[in-house]
């Protein structure tokens, strides 16, 4: 997570997160923290929220007749905490999302799990259309609290240049 801190006042700082399109540099992998533990109400919350009537993942007796034994967390959900946890490091700055591709979900989730996630620079250019930002792509990886990966997927992002992000011009 990049932070830092700018003087705003006598004795008075202000902290900010992120990175401008300049602080990438392609072969980079920032480590994401915290790790995020997923509790069953997370999951549950999730599926009902998004209308996800698969009982695998909220109901226990079906569950235990799957493969898993037990309920399984629902894969948007694990997708969402995996972007959700790279946003100070990757994408704070940013003023668009433009799109995900390869996603892959390579092992079952489980309530109890904590996941943590990384993401490799790949790729960044500038925008032909907005000459205060650029592109970045970014391959961000998923893991269990063993270390084991449960997922990935590649997202670009048109990120802002230095003093072209909203923070930059409303002082925040």
């Known amino acids: 997570m990049v932070q830092t801190t700018k003087l705003v006042g006598e004795n008075r700082y202000r902290e900010s997160f992120g990175r401008h399109y300049e602080d990438f540099k392609v072969g980079d992998v920032y480590e994401h923290r915290p790790g995020r533990t997923i509790s069953e109400a997370d999951n549950t919350w999730f599926t009902l929220l998004t209308m996800n009537t698969h009982p695998l993942h909220f109901d226990a007796e079906y569950a235990k007749a799957s493969e898993f034994g037990k309920c399984i967390v629902s894969s948007p959900f694990t997708v969402a905490l995996m972007v959700g946890m790279s946003v100070s490091d990757v994408s704070q700055k940013a003023i668009a999302n433009l799109g995900w591709t390869d996603i892959t979900l390579t092992s079952p989730v489980f309530a109890g ?55 930059d011009k409303v002082g925040y």
């Open 113 to 167: 799990d904590t996941l943590y996630s990384e993401s490799e620079v790949l790729d960044k250019r500038e925008s032909k259309s907005r000459p205060g930002a650029g592109i970045v792509t970014v391959k961000t990886t998923g893991f269990n609290q063993d270390h084991k990966v449960i997922g990935h997927f590649v997202r670009k992002i048109l990120i802002a240049k230095k003093g072209h992000s909203i923070e």
